[in-house]
């Protein structure tokens, strides 16, 4: 039934507009709220993989994105295993 209602001619637009809608605005609420305090850390990958669905580039920026946070979560972890050891 679902994908029927993707075959239609009209619905492939509509599915682009609304995942570039709710992918960019997630996005830019995360970059927000890197500034104002909130999880911004968790918005950005969510709204790049919404993104991501349409868009190659959204998928090479969320792909840096965790890289950046797997190697930040290392260093995090280094840094408090050391503090614990003193």
């Known amino acids: ?3 029927n209602v993707f075959d239609n ?3 492939g637009p509509v599915k682009k507009v609304l995942i570039t809608v709710v992918g960019a605005t997630v996005t830019i609420l995360g970059i ?3 500034i104002l305090p909130g999880p911004a ?3 950005i990958p969510v709204g790049l993989a919404i993104l991501a669905i ?3 580039i959204a998928r090479e920026w969320l792909r840096k994105c965790q890289r ?3 190697v930040s979560a ?3 972890d ?9």
Not at 78 to 86: D, E, G
């Open 74 to 76: 290392r260093k995090a």
């Open 32 to 34: 927000l709220l890197i």
């Open 1 to 3: 039934m679902l994908k």
């Open 9 to 11: 001619p009209i619905a």
């Open 41 to 43: 850390f968790l918005l």
């Open 78 to 86: 280094k840094f408090f295993a050391r503090r614990n050891t003193r």
């Open 54 to 56: 349409e868009y190659p």
């Open 68 to 70: 950046w946070m797997s």
